[in-house]
């Protein structure tokens, strides 16, 4: 069984581009969520998704950030504008869905903004 | 709203001593715990969770934690410390279906 899969690893872009994160959950998962990991800190939740239903989007900048979770293929999170301060590194986590909520972490997207 | 403290944001230990990394937490509700770790440039890999059945929680590579309710701890520990556990170690806290709720982390130095 295929762990959770994100890609790319590595995305360099320029201040004002758009980056595009994607996450392909578990078989068999049906729960999303994003985290962010700023330099030498934990990670912070951004987003809770479903399939084609966004549950929890309290820890989501207002601006730039978007998220989805469609019914076919990855789960896919954009940032529109990148600014210095989006050089993070991304983790997706899924979840069967099972009460204890344990969640499986994909190896991260690594944004670099120049 | 949960909270996660992780006390220490380094640790060292020499090859072959007790590893204790502390994590205290807030809840207003039964709470789900977890200890994750991270190596360098990696994802996170889960050590061992606590969802309300034995208050002690044996996990991989040889860590355990005890869950205290009277003291909201969970800490983590390892009689016997290894060159490969240098690393970052998360603990985090989650209620049901809900996001995890991580402390800032301990990074553990093993020295020979």
């Known amino acids: 069984n295929a762990g959770v899969m994100q890609n790319p690893r590595h995305l360099v872009r320029r201040r004002g581009q758009e980056a595009r994160l994607r996450c392909s959950p578990m078989?068999?998962?049906?729960?999303v969520y994003w985290y962010r990991q700023l330099p030498e800190e934990g990670l912070k939740f951004m987003v809770y998704?479903?399939?084609?239903?966004?549950?929890?989007e309290s820890g989501m900048p207002k601006e730039r950030f978007s998220a989805e979770f469609p019914k076919e293929g990855p789960s896919i999170l954009r940032i529109q504008q990148v600014v210095r301060g989006d050089s993070a590194a991304y983790f997706c986590a899924s979840s069967p869905g099972t009460n204890n909520n344990e969640q499986f972490f994909g190896p991260g997207t690594r944004l670099t903004v120049l | 709203a949960q909270s996660v403290t992780q006390l220490g944001s380094h640790v060292s230990v020499s090859e072959g001593a007790l590893v204790l990394l502390r994590c205290n937490y807030s809840s207003s509700v039964p709470p789900y715990l977890f200890w994750y770790v991270q190596y360098p440039n990696q994802g996170l890999q889960l050590l061992l969770k606590?969802?309300?059945?034995?208050?002690l929680v044996k996990g991989i590579n040889g860590f355990e934690a005890e869950f205290k309710k009277s003291e909201t701890s969970f800490h983590l520990t390892k009689p016997s410390a290894h060159m490969s556990d240098a690393a970052e170690y998360f603990c985090?806290?989650?209620?049901?279906?809900?996001?995890?709720?991580f402390g800032t982390g301990t990074r553990l130095l093993v020295s020979p």
């Open positions: 606590y969802t309300s059945a034995a208050t």
């Open positions: 078989k068999g998962h049906s729960h």
């Open positions: 998704l479903q399939k084609e239903n966004i549950i929890d």
């Open positions: 985090a806290v989650s209620t049901g279906f809900q996001k995890l709720v």
